[in-house]
């Protein structure tokens, strides 16, 4: 038996069999099928249906795909698809039904025409899951980004699953309560395909409260960590210093304090490590937009406290290096730092800058100055000490930026955040 003969016993519809995997199509496919397939007939890819004769896709209204040949009337979401369908044929590979047929007549497809179409449909399949799947993860990358750069959750969700998803729910939902089994029947008239399935249940964890919690806290325990090592080693240079200068006793008594500040600071010093960000991968930001995000943040966090107001005075500013979530929060922790120095109230201005090597944002407010020096008032040292000052001064080591404390000539204090500007070196 020659090549051509063996080939037309084994696979007996030409026209499918001059199908390549590497190339073919859904269109090229059900061109295909034409020859042998009545036109109205349906043929199903995973979770998109094309008509044989030509014409557009439409989503698929039934998951799972029926595993067996059956009627379609004991299907009613399937006749949805064609006014003239009468049974279903799946296509099943290694034990999956990836697809099938929607009939008009009754009688059954030659085992060989499945036999032939089904590699076929197998390669589409994998090759359009694939591709969802990366369309998936490149959204989910985007989700994050914009929640940890200050986005609201339940706004962003709204909008996420609407235009992705085509699920729809009021912003005004209580978005920590929603889940995927919740949305499912939400403005949507079609059960969820499980890559839909599996994208809505990652995008509500990558904007699960407990991340952006748990970021505040990282960025608060590394940068109270450094802030408690520097006022151990004071105590301990001054113990030491003390030690020169008594007898007897006291001696003991400050080797006791230095031993203590000496195992306070290493402690310290263990948790700053374990606390803080190894690598921060540095994109352009834009700070302006950050500032504002931070601001509205802010605005509902001091809701109650009608006798503060927040003042953005905000140029366009060039590009920064940076980490957006990060900022967005060092921006809020700072706003709140400014609102706590003013218990009677006040303005807060928010406003920024930029030069050669940085770009700045400043947060002005009418309370005292910090001072970090010992000797000064109880009040001010508090003040420059205070966690949201410590998760400011954190996020400034990790961009290798500044974070000053001035005293404003107007009278109250100017605090800046410096954050070098981005250059095709920063990628």
Known sequence: MTHDAHSSVAEPYPALSRLSPLTVTERVLCCALAEYLPPTTWLVIGPTAWPVAGG?????????????RMAVADMPALCKLGEWAVYWEPLTVRGCVIGGLLLPVASPVAPALLAQLAPLVDVIYTRRMAARQTIWQRMLLQIKERYTAGEERSALLAEVFRACLGLSFQPATEAQALTVAALSGVGRAR?????????AELVLAVTHPAIKQAQVLGLAAAGIAHDINNLLTVILGRAQLLELDVVGEQIADLQMIESAAEVGANGARRLQRFAQFEQVQ?????????????????????????????????????????????LHTALVSLIMAAAQAMPNGGVVRVSGGADERYVWIEVADPGPPPNTDLHSAAAQTQRAHTIELAIARQTARVHHGHLRVMADPAGGTIIQLQIPRFSERNE
């Open 56 to 68: 557009a896709a439409r989503p698929t209204p039934i998951w799972p795909l029926p595993p067996s």
């Open 191 to 199: 059960p969820l395909w499980p890559d839909e399935t599996a994208f």
């Open 282 to 326: 540095m994109q352009p930001v834009e700070l302006a937009a950050i500032v504002r995000s931070a601001v509205a943040l802010a605005e509902r966090e001091l809701a109650k406290r009608d006798t503060i107001s927040l003042v953005a005075e905000l140029a366009d500013l060039p590009l920064a290096a940076g980490h957006a979530g990060l």
